[in-house]
Structures are given as structure tokens and as C-alpha cells.
């Protein structure tokens, strides 16, 4: 059974930092690629970032480029968010998930539905 586990979350202030995780188990986890989506209330899940299973490609949201950078340790079997330069509107639950497929393949890695497992989530609030 696959089981991702998001940590991290919190409260920060406005152009403040923080680091999500997101640590996998039960399937080999250095094969698939990774994403991040977030969601709040008003909005459905949103693309944030995504990762290739070796870590070499990186993709990532208008939004967010320049500001938030993801990666990966496969030998512990987790995913990072690296955020930085926090603003009030990345107030949401960020998710990862496993895309079981290479995210050059269609459809769009952006698309949420295209990732197979998902973590229960963690909440990041951006005070201003």
C-alpha cells in the first residue's frame, strides 16, 4: 500500500520561508515522478510544481517560479518544497502526489488528475 506523508506546514509571515515534506512508502519510490498541487475553499487543486524521478527536471507554476524550488532525496525516499518570498495568496493545503507516468508524457503533468497517490495534505498560512 502507498502511503505519502506531508510535513511542514505552518504559520509564516508574509515574505517568510518554509520547507514542506513528503516522505513515500510501500512502492519504489526513486522510479516515478513527483508533484505538489494546492488548494484552498474558493479554488480546485492547483498545479504548484513537479519533479522528474531523478530529480534532473523541474517544473513549475507562473506563480510560484523564482520563489519556490522542489527536490529530492531518493535513498530517504522524499520529496521537498522548498518556499521562499511567501505571499498571503500561497495560503492553502499543499498535496503531493506520484505521477506514475514520465512527466513529459501527456497529458500535462499540471493536470492533477494524471497523479495516482496522494498525501492527506498539510496546511501552509501566509500572514500579511
Known amino acids: 500500500q502507498v502511503q505519502l506523508v506531508e510535513s511542514g506546514g505552518g504559520l509564516v509571515q508574509a515574505g517568510g520561508s518554509l520547507r514542506l515534506s513528503c516522505s513515500l512508502s510501500?512502492?519504489?519510490?526513486?522510479?516515478?515522478?513527483m508533484g505538489w498541487f494546492r488548494q484552498t475553499p474558493e479554488k480546485d487543486r492547483e498545479f504548484v510544481a513537479a519533479?522528474?524521478?531523478?530529480?534532473?527536471?523541474?517544473y513549475y507554476a507562473e506563480s510560484v517560479k523564482g520563489r519556490f524550488t522542489t527536490s529530492r532525496d531518493n535513498a530517504k525516499n522524499t520529496v521537498y518544497l522548498q518556499m521562499n518570498s511567501l505571499k498571503s495568496e500561497d495560503t492553502a493545503d499543499y498535496y503531493c502526489?506520484?505521477?506514475?507516468?514520465?512527466?513529459?508524457?501527456?497529458?500535462?503533468?499540471?493536470?492533477?488528475?494524471?497523479?495516482?497517490?496522494w498525501g492527506q495534505g498539510t496546511q501552509v498560512t501566509v500572514s500579511s
Open positions: 510501500g512502492r519504489a519510490f526513486e522510479r516515478y515522478a
Open positions: 502526489a506520484v505521477r506514475l507516468t514520465s512527466l513529459e508524457s501527456p497529458p500535462p503533468y499540471s493536470e492533477y488528475q494524471t497523479y495516482s497517490y
Open positions: 519533479i522528474s524521478w531523478n530529480g534532473r527536471r523541474q
